[in-house]
């Protein structure tokens, strides 16, 4: 059985900045407020009708293309990671054949709805496929585009004020190199609490989870239970993402340790062993948090939400690309990613790069 390589990376980051000076304008904010509280000190925002997740993710790609040395049509199968497709159906998976164009060869396109685990989640996919023989060239990419779908006014600061847009992207191929490549992967998830970070509408059911309900949890007492939007999804900006930030922070950095640790032990390796620990950029307090946790130096910790935000998805990709191009992975190194998000979901994985 083969292992797993990564064997081309790429990022697309847009060109407008948004400071947090910035956001003062459209919110009451501050930059201390935001730095103090997530680490950010700006992010980087698509100009509307400039690009979409796709066209990011597709001149993302392009650069993972060229550094595997292969062409477009070499890839054999596309998995997608995104929770801002650029439509509601179909998948971005398709749209992102569509602008490499290899729409010829027919390829199968995935696309994966795990936030920001999805680049983990699409990792294990994919290497599953890969150490099998089924796929020689697979392109995973995660892309998001929020400032898109974000209230950016003082009622939706909380949400706001932490994204930024973006695309990274992976090539992935078999290597028979001993010791080289995905050692382990690992994903989990818990819907218990699955409300406390959400885009509850649009959906398909149009009401809301209630575990006092008597029909599987949801309120059927909607005025429309099967459509898209209402009047009163926009009247009462119900379409915007929900999260309850201490909750999420709580649990986050509970999983982060639990699933870096299990991905190590597994491997059969400790903290000491690793070079670079990559991480979701979520927030920067969560990251220095299991930093310490886990007993890491700073050198064994990547971090560039200052720079991008929380670009969900596409936050692995980007970050493992910018520590490359910095020089920060070297052949041989010890490498785990880790995420955590929204479900809740959240996944590691040990490279031997």
Same mark, same amino acid.
């Given at each position: ?56 993710? +597709? ?109 990274? +992207? ?21 819907? *218990? ?36 939007? $209402? ?55 969560? *990251? ?22 929380? $670009?969900? +998805? ?23 990613? +880790? ?15």
């Amino acid at each position: 059985m083969y292992k797993t390589k990564i064997a081309g990376v790429g990022k697309f980051i847009p060109e407008k900045v948004v400071t947090n000076k910035d956001l003062e304008q459209y919110m009451e904010t501050s930059d201390q407020w935001i730095r103090e509280r997530t680490g950010i000190e700006e992010r980087h925002w698509l100009k509307r009708g400039e690009d979409t997740s796709s066209t990011m993710a +597709a001149k993302a790609a392009k650069d993972a293309i060229k550094m595997a040395g292969i062409e477009p049509e070499d890839v054999d199968f596309i998995i997608f990671a995104t929770l801002s497709p650029d439509y509601f159906f179909p998948g971005n998976g398709v749209m992102l054949q569509r602008h490499l164009g290899i729409t010829k060869t027919e390829i199968p396109a995935l696309d994966i709805r795990n936030q920001c685990s999805g680049f983990v989640y699409g990792l294990e996919v994919a290497d599953q496929f890969i150490k099998t023989g089924k796929y020689k060239n697979i392109l995973l990419v995660g892309a998001e585009y929020h400032s898109g779908g974000m209230d950016i006014s003082t009622r939706g600061r909380g949400i706001s004020v932490l994204f930024g847009d973006g695309a990274g +992207a992976v090539i992935l191929q078999a290597t028979e190199e001993e010791g080289k490549g995905i050692l382990v992967t690992h994903i989990h998830s818990d819907g *218990s609490q699955a409300e406390i970070l959400s885009a509850k509408n649009p959906g398909m059911h149009g009401g809301y989870y209630d575990e006092e309900a008597s029909e599987g949890g949801y309120d059927t007492n909607s005025d429309h239970p099967f459509v898209l939007v $209402t009047e009163k999804m926009l009247n009462e900006s119900l379409i915007y993402p929900f999260m309850e930030g201490q909750a999420v922070f709580k649990t986050a950095v509970k999983k982060f340790p639990e699933v870096i640790r299990k991905a190590l032990a597994t491997s059969g390796y400790d903290t000491k062993d690793v070079n670079l620990v990559i991480p979701h950029q979520a927030n920067l307090r969560i *990251s220095q948090f299991v930093q310490k946790i886990l007993r890491l130096r700073d050198d064994q910790m990547f971090n560039n939400i200052q720079k991008y935000g929380n $670009t969900t +998805a596409a936050s692995i990709p980007i970050a493992l690309t910018e520590a490359i191009e910095q020089g920060k992975v070297k052949d041989g190194d010890l490498l785990v990613i +880790a995420a955590f998000g929204s479900g809740f979901t959240w996944g590691s994985a040990v490279i031997r790069w």
